[in-house]
């Protein structure tokens, strides 16, 4: 069987036999969401209590310790199946979903949230055998709630307006590439109100060889010796492969919080994407654009960082 099929039948059984898997989907359903105008996008709020856990997650290292990892098989439910891949992860159904179909991707063993390079060709394989899902990727100081077990995470397809934003080819003249060969490119935009790189090839080693280079030219640019600051979105449609990696600067914005005048937003990569999981109903309901853009202004990268990502791309 392919593998989304096996993937369709894992999540017909979950929510059949899990209680807490119907419940949550079920509730999901019901949620309250409503749409924002930024200056040149949409980004859509989603009122999800049963985020806080993930909103609110403590990922400092004492706490990580004291915790029992819940990605780890001897910690998770008996009701959770899960379908393994490559010999290396286990995909399984998220019990607290943000899309209407929600995908944990975990390492079969513990071991840090850090995407090596066999990673990067694994999330593009992934992305290949799983036409109907947009994988993705939250660095380790950039949303992961589980930075000491690598995971990426998957969800349906039309769901982040910004891979359908993000698509337009007025974004990508051929003159403003950052580099290019006959079968793909990488650019950069900020016309979609934060910056990011894009990857569009139709060549699974190409795309490959941008995103290491990328990895790289964005260590050297922030002086990090350890992985970036980043989210990444990765789908395949059609004959393309696409990538996109927002540079982060920060993991929690300076107003983070629950109390007066603080926002519960600790923006991951589904944020990023376009879609917000508000935990708080004070902070759903009086959120603005004017927030929401100061929100990515201030945990992306600045201009003088990318200036400098794009000049090292060019040195690797
Ligand atoms: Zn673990």
């Not at 069987?1 to 059949?16: F, G, N």
């Not at 949230?113 to 990727?137: K, T």
């Not at 307006?161 to 580099?179: A, G, K, M």
Request: glycine content about 4%.
């Amino acid at each position: 069987m392919k593998l989304c099929e096996q993937i369709d039948a894992l999540i017909e059984r979950q929510l059949r036999d899990w209680t807490l898997v119907r419940d949550n989907y079920a509730a999901l359903e019901h949620l309250a969401m409503r749409s924002v105008s930024l200056a040149h996008s949409e980004v859509i709020l989603q009122h999800n209590p049963e985020r806080r856990r993930s909103s609110a997650a403590r990922v400092d290292a004492a706490s990580l310790a004291a915790r029992q990892c819940f990605l780890c098989r001897e910690h998770q439910p008996a009701e959770q199946e899960a379908v393994e891949w490559g010999g290396a992860y286990k995909i399984q159904v998220n019990p607290y979903p943000i899309f209407p179909a929600h995908l944990t991707i975990a390492s079969l063993t513990h071991e840090p949230q850090r995407l090596l390079p066999r990673r990067i060709d694994q999330m593009l394989q992934l992305s290949e055998e799983l036409p109907d899902w947009v994988l993705f990727y939250n660095g380790p100081r950039c949303g992961a709630s589980a930075p000491d077990h690598m995971h990426f995470q998957a969800g349906c397809k039309g769901f982040m307006p910004l891979c359908d934003d993000v698509l337009d080819p007025t974004l990508w003249p051929e003159d403003e590439h950052i580099e290019a060969a006959s079968d793909g490119f990488i650019g950069f935009t900020q016309k979609l109100d934060r910056p990011l790189f894009f990857i569009r090839c139709e060549s699974k080693p190409l795309a490959s060889f941008y995103m290491a280079r990328l990895q790289m030219a964005m260590m050297l640019a922030t002086g990090s010796t350890d992985e970036p600051m980043q989210n990444v979105l990765c789908w395949s449609d059609g004959d393309y492969y696409n990538v996109v990696v927002f540079p982060r600067a920060k993991h929690r914005p300076d107003c983070y919080g629950q109390g007066e005048g603080q926002l519960l937003l600790s923006p991951a990569s589904v944020d990023m994407g376009g879609v917000w999981t508000v935990a708080s109903k004070r902070d759903y309901d009086t959120l603005t654009a004017e927030q929401i853009q100061s929100l990515y202004d201030e945990v992306c990268a600045d201009n003088a960082t990318i200036v400098r990502i794009i000049d090292f791309f060019h040195q690797t």
